[in-house]
């Protein structure tokens, strides 16, 4: 499965980009986009992004040929957050901000040493599917904490992308991308209700002794 990005240059409030399908997470496109400025520059970096509307299949190496449909996008319009993650560059603070379905920012300098991507990945993904224990009232009069699955969060938010990128779809005329989505959020609400399940049964503790 494909993780979808936006790579774009300009200021947080004010920015344009294009569309990346794949590799998106921050181990393959964050450190593409670190690996290409520091041997070309951020320069090079703008005018790669302008040069290719139609976007890049993988980037860079893999650019979408030239008299394909443009896949801009800018800070105006809220597509953009439909997508798995989003990177901009900003050349005059030298910074690459990256954000997980359009929030939950993280902010890495251009100019200092190079990060743990996997960590920066870790940290982004963890910020998306906070651990909340839920108050629950069983049916004695008792009340418990039931931990969450820490994958719960994801796996619904994964359904609600989808849904939203179906509904994308449809409204652009392509049924058969829509369809596939459709497939994809059914399997992840299935995937989130049997661990829904799990929760209530194996991870209870009593608040009593918190």
Do not use: C
């Amino acid at each position: 499965m494909s993780t979808r990005a936006v790579i774009a240059v300009g200021l947080p409030e004010t920015w344009q980009g294009v569309y990346v399908h794949f590799d998106g997470n921050p181990t393959h496109l964050g450190k593409a986009i670190w690996d290409f400025i520091k041997n070309h520059g951020i320069s090079k970096f703008e005018n790669v992004i302008e040069l290719h509307r139609p976007g890049f299949e993988q980037f860079p190496s893999r650019p979408y040929p030239m008299k394909t449909r443009d896949a801009i996008f800018t800070s105006k319009n809220k597509d953009w957050t439909m997508q798995d993650y989003w990177y901009l560059v900003n050349p005059m603070q030298k910074r690459l901000y990256i954000r997980r379905y359009g929030r939950n920012e993280m902010v890495v300098d251009l100019k200092g040493p190079e990060p743990d991507w996997k960590g920066v990945e870790t940290d982004l993904r963890a910020r998306s599917n906070p651990v909340r224990p839920k108050l629950v009232t069983l049916q004695s009069g008792k009340r418990v904490l039931v931990k969450t699955n820490p994958h719960e969060a994801e796996t619904r938010e994964m359904a609600e992308v989808f849904l939203a990128r179906a509904k994308s779809a449809v409204r652009g005329g392509f049924l058969y991308e829509a369809k596939h989505h459709i497939k994809l959020a059914i399997r992840y609400i299935d995937r989130a209700l049997r661990i829904q399940g799990e929760d209530k049964v194996v991870h209870i503790r009593d608040e009593e002794h918190d």
